[in-house]
């Protein structure tokens, strides 16, 4: 699986905003002053620039190589953008928004909507059936409940169905679904589904679901549609969504979990040994990373889930990424953190660390290993003090395995 976030990325964000200097001279004295020892460097690693996402989308052709005429065509241009919104049938909505008599929403009406309403997020784009993260972005968009409005009064709504662009067969549409309360009375303390129109500080490009995309923070990626066009209300009760076709849990929350980068695998006697990974703070959010470090068993790093080692594993702490000191330099250009949600307002540091959705570095230092070779586990403990992959082991919930290293350190 590809690291997520290669590091060169990260510098690739940094030498974007010019700031490769300040972050030089910030990592000579931020690393080691704050958060545990050894922990990743403040910066390291965290928004992946939009091309390097890892794509997942189906469509043939795929939306985003529509060039020219064709995309103008399918309305995925900035200027051709319309969100429709109409009921099924079953609903009732006072002033639905339609192609055909020139109501739909445009893109300009949106913005304007975003002047008042609109949000900026932090948050991981994760596949319920990839076991790493696609990649993190600073997301901009109008709450779903705010687009919704729009139609006026409405009557008889239990759910909330849409689809993006797919090249006008019906066989390729790719859909999701939400509850109408999950949509217009998420809590305030989270995050709510949004109709998103900007990343990393830029228009979301083809590639990422462009020009608006939805986005729902707390679920895996099949609820957040690309080259979003058609919203539909409905008095049906049941989701409708694409991926619940395949065996999939259309309810899936984000799963708190560990990653493993690839790194190296054999080190040298008397140095010290750094493994590092990524870790995700889910619906559950994150309270620490944890490893379990033991002999290679010959078992190709498996292990059954009712193998008694399990139960005897000595977990110890990894280090988290600690909250950058200057985010001015992990944000893009003329983005101030202040705005972000989740972020106080006046210091500008984020509430909560790590903040929910979000994916961030952590890293262990092993010195003292005698020669032979070992295995590395790596798991996270979410808020509700449950470590991965419990409460829920279903995979098709969102795969959460805890990953294993086998590494050498030779004499
Ligand atoms: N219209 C549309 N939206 C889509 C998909 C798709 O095939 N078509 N794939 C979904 C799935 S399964 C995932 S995991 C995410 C991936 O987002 P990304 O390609 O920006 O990384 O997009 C989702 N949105
Ligand atoms: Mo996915």
Redesign the pocket.
Known sequence: MPDPMPRREFLGTIAATGLTTALATRRATADGKRGAPNAPATSKRFLTSAEK???????NPK?STLRGEARAKARLTTDTWRLEIVSDGSAELANPLRLEDGTALDLASLETLGRTHGLKFLKA????N?PVP??QGLWEGVPLRDVLRRVGKVGNVRRVYY????NNDPAQR?QSSLGYNQVMETPPWDLPPLVAYRLNGAEIPP???GPV?MIVPWA???K????LQRIVLTNDYKANDT?ALQNNDPDSYLKTAAYLDKGPSTFKAGEPVVIEGTAMAGWSGLKHVEYWLRPDGGTDGKLAEEDPAWKSAAWQPCSLMPPPDDWEIVLPAGTLSQEIWGFDRATGKPKDWPPRFSVLPWSVTLVGLKPGAYELRARTVDLNGFAQPEPRTYQKSGLNLVPCKLFTVTA
């Open positions: 996402f890892v794509d997942v989308s189906r469509g939306p784009m994760q596949c319920n990839i696609l990649g689809w993006g662009f797919h790719f590639e990422r679901g995309r895996h990626g099949f957040s549609i690309k080259w991926y």
